[in-house]
């Protein structure tokens, strides 16, 4: 599972370098589907940061990762 979530994140990183910023993946706990990542760079400090994580980063990996039940920010 983490091979997919690392596969997706690279998808959606160039979208986030865009703004100057990137996501790193810190854990997947594959028994409760909780993938924990940290915003890095411009958007480590942006007011947006939290809907960036739940609508852009965990909508995509729910998706497309469906064990994925939930990405928290580390």
Known sequence: ????VESVLNRV????QADGGNVELVSVDEKTGVVKVKLTGACGC????QMTLKAGIE????KEVPEV????SA
Do not use: S, Y
């Open 13 to 16: 990183r160039p979208m986030l």
């Open 59 to 62: 909508a995509t990996l729910k």
């Open 46 to 49: 942006c007011p947006m940061a």
């Open 1 to 4: 599972m983490k091979e997919k």
């Open 69 to 72: 039940k939930q990405v928290v």
